[in-house]
């Protein structure tokens, strides 16, 4: 994986596009591409609407250059955005309210277990298990296991792209790790378990 | 601290700590595994923390470097055409001529015409270009964008070229750039991007001279500077003197040709221009941007040829004495000179900066 720019190095970027170097802002678009690009087929599966409303998006930073403000986090800031982005947009292209799609819009994204270093066949059963909850765990949750293992982000981050509330965000994480609790394929201790009545006989 | 004994399911998964671990980013591989030998109770809550992180993997959708570069280009090429909203520009130009105003202008134009006068009095033919320079002042009423604050201040030119000011300095631009070339006059420290035109870009400082066809570069030359600078972030600069050289065999440095990552010193007691490297120079090759360079047991001279590339900075060496010279290495976001400072230190050899260009010393590695 190619290490991400670290959280300062993206803030003096920012700074410097703030003091109108379009060039900065150039390079924010060339780091972040990736992320965004992701993010927006996540949001909408067409190749050239995600590409269109990136470009949309810096243009509108870059419009706007003397009055935006600075932010802790840019990459978060710039998925957010983005997202609003990409919302309004298919709002206007298929006539619905705002407010109808803010909470009510699609998510896809199909989660893949990492199978690298499973030697062990159980192992690989558990993963196919986990990969099934977790894939049709709903919308919104699957959303928030995106941004925080794909994008990485922090809950205040979390819960400022999905528009919620840090508590709030917090209690819909507790929610989908309680679906795999309950469901948990096969324990550790149940493996120990039977490994012992083996031995026995 | 983190209360680890305590750790639920929840805080692992929420740990970034954690999360890199798992994800293979992290620097210290050892923190969890010895964590979970020192709880053995937590093992298995762990384990699952685990598998939740290493299921919740999504492919990438390839979006290649090329095609980035491609967007990248394309914003900034129809950012530079945008007119910019609520601009903060202090332009001061000489068009509307109260009475005044007028009479300070006849001045002005008296003055002007003194030096001319004295210009041609004294260099018959010689000095073109200062008389060019002079003329256009009077036919093309100049701009001047003074920067009295002390954050840096964005100019657009007529072009669409953009200067960024930096404080207590001032730049004089013609309102629409006319004719052959596109002058201007620059008092302290801005950095210029210039859009690519066929007419070139000059940008004057007393008695030096910067000329581009297209490019990223500063210049700085602050009146009480002894030095006026200039340095190149991306494409060519050609700096020269406006004097003409007093004998034949200082000709050639009276001008100098920069390319990426090198810098130029203009001494203004010697009139002498000397070239060197800026002080932190940065990747040109976009390719390389967020590459890591990794390299296990290569020879010197490859990564040296690499480092070249990526900086666009001329390096000499002996390729043939370094050629046994295996270097394992991996090199993230150190700059150039903590590259070549490690690379140096471990086959002890040093280097230095001789004329914009590196040049390693050193007696190489006996090949076995």
Redesign the interface.
Known sequence: ???RLTNS?GKQLWQDYR?????A??EL???Y??DL??WG?RLHHDREFV?DS??EV??NL??????TSSVENVRAYLLMVLKNHMLRELCDKHNKLQSSLSEDYSFS??????FRMIEEEREVY??RK??TI?NSLPPRQKEL??L???Q?L??EEIADVMNLGRQSAYNL??KS?NN??KN?PV???MLLFFGAILNIF | MKNYMSYT??DF??D?DF?DWV???SDSNDFWPSYAKRFPDK??VM??AE???????????K?GKRE??L??E???H???N?K?????VKVFTKTMLSFPNLMRASAIAAVIVFIIGLTWYLLPIEDGNFENSISEVMQNSLAQAKNDTD????VVLNDNS?V?LSPQSSLSYPSVFSGSDRKVYLHGEA?F?VTHRSSPFMVYTGEMVTKVMGT?FVVRSFDHDQKISVQVQSGKVSVYSTKPSISANAMEKNGVILTANQAAFFEKDKHQISKTLVANPILVN?DN????FYYDEVPLPVIIRELEKGYGIPIQFDEQSFQGCRITATF??ETLFEKLDLLCKTVSATYEIVDGQIAINGSGCSSL
């Open positions: 994986m190619v290490r190095e003091q109108g170097n379009i060039y802002l150039g678009l060339d780091v591409y990736s690009y992701h087929m590409k990136i470009q810096f243009l870059w419009k706007v250059q003397q009055t994204v199909e989660f893949a277990a990492d558990q993963f986990l990969e977790m296991l995106y925080k293992f794909y990485n922090d809950f994480f507790q790790i795999f609790r948990w324990t550790m201790l | 399911l929840e998964v929420d970034q999360i994800q293979g980013r093992a298995e384990k699952q598998q939740i992180i290493r299921t919740a993997q999504v492919h990438t959708d979006v980035i570069r967007e990248v394309q914003f900034l129809s950012a530079r945008m910019i909203v609520n601009s903060e954050k840096p201040l964005r953009i960024v950095s991007s990223r976009k941007k967020s590459v890591n993230s976001r």
